[in-house]
């Protein structure tokens, strides 16, 4: 019998059982990474300062997304929540994909931020471009959002490998240091953004170069740092693909000028004369803008960050209907004007002979600059600007008003609000409760307040917001709808023309309400003063019935904490 080793007795002894001849598996050379060109400690440095440089770069993509989809489509809070959830996503969509480059992470790199300069940098000009010939930009920046948080989100895994690849350290330090140039970076390229690259540059010019100098970054720390990681080939690949990048964006850079011209052409219809980027916003001055329904040109328009502000066909009506009912209900000798800078509605202000002092307040100074530079504004407005009743201050009205009780001026009689419309994100403060509550107590016991509420028929719900939110401040109100607007753009948060042919084209409105303390105030024009000329009392009994039948109840207030003017 064979005894197996569970057979023999406990202490016994017997033969060892023969053990089974091993044999030693052949060992793989280990391979040694190529040396690079410089100490180890000089090129960690050297990769992060690559992570330093990419991190501002990708935030510059970033800002630069959420600036411009929020000027062509006008909805900051919208197209800020879109890009930076779409990007995040993206992010971590591309951290998963570039597992697949880690084997050969210089290379990967190298391609990864050729892409991210050309697709970063050109974003701007495509996006416009998209917007000014084809219309509408939600979806080419969703897509644009997309492809670079993917690109971001692929840098992170790579540059570990080539961080890892210089000398081994533990995973947490190793992270430490590439979180932290990355972090820095961000916020030199968040500051960088609106201090030194939009005053200095501009948009398109400033996402070409900072695309520029993404590209060389990128490629000078593969091809140069870790040319040694790189077969010939692949370095021959590299250095093409970075030149043509380099190239396009710096032909890019040299035409911009050519291509924003002619985009302004197709986004405005006319001729562009005048082009004045202010710390608040673009102003563009046109000629022969030329709308739907019109065969003939309207003449000079005013667009401020795109939006029509004036349109020399139809601004008479537009400030007189704003302006004369204030005037003709009450005293007017103090006049407080909101906004209003180009000084078409002080002009209507001072036909009236009784008024002792107007006081402009505007954001922007360079619109006031340009109301009394500009021949052709300063025709439209009689030069009101110079007017010596009239005292001009820079400012935002919410900050104005909340200030007021401190300057010791007297109440206001009249107080004209000219400001942009309720719907842009930026502008809903400025139709709060609690704005509306400092107006009110600027007013004197007889004082008016005019209010500009937006275009009833496009958006009523938000022009009966407004009413309702003068009325929760303890006024009363007289809501009154005019007709008349000029189509093709409006004043609100859309930019985009209406297309000729759609149920849009007939003549469009303004909603503006008339608000005093006590009892609603009358509706009239007052006989002093200049006859008008392009509002007339029969036009304001109509507007004042046409409000009437479409009234909505039953609506909340809009708060500083709680808007309401998204229809």
Known sequence: MIETPASVPAGASGPAPPRAPTQELPQEPSRTPPRLPVPDGVGRFLVLAAVFVCAACGLVYELELVALGSYLAGD???????VLSVMVFAMGLGSLLAKRLRTR????????????????????MALYAYFAWVGGSMTVLIGFSLVLGVLIGAEMPLLMTLIQRIREQDAGGAVADLFAADYVGALVGGLAFPFLLLPLMGQLPGALAVGTVNAVAGGALVLWLFRGDLSPRSRRVLLLVNGLVVALLITGVAVVDSFEKAARRAVYGGEVRTVRNTAVQEIVLTEGVRHPGR??????????????????????????????????AGPHGRVLVLGGGDGLALREVLRHPQVESATVVELDPGVVELARADPELGRLNRRSLDDPRVRVETGDAFDWLRSWPDSGRPPYDVIVSDLPDPGISDSSRLYSQEFYGLAARALSGRGRLAVHAGPAGERPRAYWTVETTLRTVGLRTAPYVVDGRLTGFTAGPDRSQRREGAAGDRP??????????????????????????????????????????????????????HPRYRD
Do not use: Q
């Open 508 to 561: 469009g409105d303004w909603g503006f309400v008339l608000a005093a303390h006590g009892a609603p105030p009358p509706l009239a024009l007052a006989p002093a003063g200049a006859a008008p000329r392009a509002f007339h009392p029969a036009d304001l009994h109509r507007a004042s019935a046409r409000a009437e039948r479409g009234r909505l109840t039953g609506l909340p207030p809009s708060t500083l904490m």
């Open 105 to 124: 992470a210089a290379a990967g790199f190298g391609i990864v931020e050729a892409l991210l300069a050309l697709v970063g940098g050109g974003s701007a």
């Open 295 to 328: 065969s003939e040109p309207t003449g000079f328009a005013m667009f401020l960050d795109g939006r029509l502000r004036v349109c020399g066909g139809d601004e008479r009506r537009y400030h007189e209907a704003l302006v004369r009912p204030a005037m003709a």
């Open 76 to 82: 900051s809070v919208t197209h800020t929540s879109v």
